[in-house]
């Protein structure tokens, strides 16, 4: 099993739809979670961070904790084609330094 | 506030030859990452520095792979031989300390294509 896992897509949905992008993790020890948006040849940019279940809200963007089922999920609200990019979920490895384990990440595609 | 700097952006080298990467991280930020992105794939973590010590190696493969952190800011990262299969974009990133919360900033990236 990967320590991180996430739908490799392509995911496409139509602008102003509600685009959603999963995540599953092994390590039963993570605290906290990150989602970062990478677009295409550029570098991977913090868009959100969650450490407590339930949900996180910042503008268009929402992500959503289940440690329980060690599941972390991004909404995001009225898809915009700037969204197009691929989303990548990341995860530090409990006492280890911080170390990021990143998913594989989903590729949106928000068409106009 | 300047972010990280890398260079070179693009690099073409073949199979058996050598090549470095440098890396300047976000003034005050004690950590330091290598990561190595394959095409479709997430990065994938070579080192981690914290000041000038190394925290995690694990995944670097040093037969052929090295890298330095001198004096706690610069960093290189250095392939020796090269291999096809190390075509990829090299992202230096850093963080104000080591902490699991701690936000990563990312470089440019330095994309390697080996022939």
């Known amino acids: 099993q990967k320590e991180v896992e996430q739908n490799s897509g392509p995911l496409s949905v139509p602008e102003g739809a509600i685009a959603s992008l999963n995540c599953t993790y092994s390590?039963?020890?993570?605290?906290?979670f990150f989602w970062y948006r990478q677009y295409s040849g550029k570098s991977p940019e913090l868009i959100m961070f969650?450490?407590?279940?339930g949900d996180k809200e910042d503008g268009r963007f929402t992500a959503q904790l289940n440690k329980a089922s060690q599941y972390v999920s991004l909404l995001i609200r009225d898809s915009q084609p700037s969204d197009s990019a691929t989303y990548l979920c990341?995860?530090?490895?409990?006492?280890?330094?911080?170390?990021?384990?990143f998913g594989q990440g989903t590729e949106l595609s928000v068409k106009p | 506030e300047a972010g990280v700097a890398q260079s070179p952006r693009y690099k073409i080298i073949e199979k058996r030859q050598s090549v470095a990467f440098w890396c300047n991280p976000i003034?005050?930020?004690?950590?330091l990452y290598w990561y190595q992105q394959i095409l479709g794939q997430g990065p994938k973590l070579l080192i981690q520095?914290?000041?000038?010590?190394?925290?995690?190696d694990s995944q670097l493969p040093k037969d052929r792979f090295s890298a330095e952190r001198l004096k706690g800011v610069d960093s290189t990262l250095k392939i020796q031989p090269a291999k096809l299969e190390d075509s990829a974009v090299y992202l230096c990133?850093?963080?104000?300390?080591?902490?699991?919360?701690?936000?990563?900033?990312f470089g440019p990236g330095t994309r390697l294509t080996v022939t």
């Open positions: 990341a995860v530090p490895l409990y006492n280890q330094g911080g170390k990021l384990i």
């Open positions: 969650i450490y407590s279940n």
């Open positions: 520095f914290q000041n000038n010590g190394v925290v995690d």
């Open positions: 003034s005050g930020h004690a950590t």
């Open positions: 990133a850093s963080s104000l300390d080591v902490a699991a919360g701690s936000e990563q900033y």
């Open positions: 390590d039963r020890g993570s605290q906290s």
